[in-house]
């Protein structure tokens, strides 16, 4: 079954610290994975994408096939990056629909 | 910049009650998508469209659901006779080229029926 898991539901750091979101699939084939962010009252945007291989805002992600992890990375927090993170996997093949992991909330407190 | 857009914001209706939740998707997206969120729960893909016809669709879209491109910018979801189980928030997004490519949310629409 295609699955993603957030394990954590709440993780909060202190401005300046390192972060990390955790996010695991389960696909049997070529998945793309995303990170989709949302800000208090703002609509779900995306973060950054496996393919473009990009840092947005500092965040990065490495795909790892052999933990089917896709772990969301910022060395130096920010108040601004407090916001729900959602990891999403969008199966090889498809016309693009998302699976989406259950969020994890960020809070980093100053 | 060009965005999703939803109405209505919150609607409320009786059960067994139609509803039709509108979208109007950035205007030269081609992909066209509807999820949804029960409160507590994680986004749930229902339906993708394309040129004119579903693409692909989710166990949850079953015969109540379904979807209608009426003119070049409206893009609806119909759920025909509501359940108290389909409250829940209801996001439309589009994407210019689809597959692995960006999707752009509207803001959602907060389903509740009593």
């Known amino acids: 079954a295609q699955r993603v898991t957030q394990p954590e539901k709440l993780l909060s750091v202190f401005k300046g610290a390192p972060v990390e979101l955790k996010c695991n699939y389960s696909y049997s084939g070529s998945p793309e994975l995303f990170w989709y962010v949302q800000y208090s009252r703002q609509r779900l945007q995306l973060l950054l994408r496996?393919?473009s291989r990009e840092s947005i805002k500092g965040f990065t992600a490495d795909l790892n096939k052999g933990e089917t992890s896709f772990h969301l990375k910022k060395p130096f927090a920010q108040e601004e990056d407090s916001a729900m993170y959602y990891c999403a996997l969008s199966p090889g093949g498809s016309q693009g629909n998302l699976i989406f992991g259950k969020g994890t909330k960020l809070s980093v407190k100053p | 910049e060009p965005e999703v857009t939803q109405t209505p914001s919150h609607q409320v209706t009786q059960m067994g009650q139609e509803v039709i939740l509108r979208c109007v998707p950035i205007s030269n997206h081609l992909y066209f998508y509807w999820y949804r969120q029960i409160l507590g729960q994680k986004v749930e893909f229902l339906v993708s469209?394309?040129?004119?016809?579903?693409?692909?669709k989710s166990e949850i879209f079953d015969d109540q659901f379904s979807v209608e491109r009426p003119d070049g910018s409206n893009f609806t979801l119909k759920i025909r006779s509501t359940k108290l189980e389909d409250s829940a928030m209801y996001f439309c997004a589009s994407s210019e080229s689809g597959p692995y490519n960006e999707q752009f949310f509207g803001p959602g629409t907060r389903l509740t029926v009593l």
């Open positions: 496996h393919i």
């Open positions: 469209f394309y040129n004119n016809e579903i693409s692909e």
